[in-house]
């Protein structure tokens, strides 16, 4: 992982969704783990 910015979130990290997602059955409470961090932090993939 590229660690050339100050990420609040890293690679491996869990973390849980405070917003309801219901086109992809996900909700508020969910737990999941960053598998990648998108360039800037502007998006973060979670599974």
Do not use: C, F, W
């Not at 890293?10 to 909700?27: C, R, S, Y």
């Not at 990648?36 to 993939?45: F, G, K, L, S, T």
């Amino acid at each position: 992982m590229d660690k050339s910015h100050d990420a609040m979130i890293n690679e491996h990290d869990t973390v849980v969704l405070n917003t309801d997602v219901p086109t992809e059955g996900l909700q508020p409470g969910d737990v999941g783990t960053v598998v990648h961090i998108y360039p800037d932090a502007q998006a973060y993939e979670a599974r």
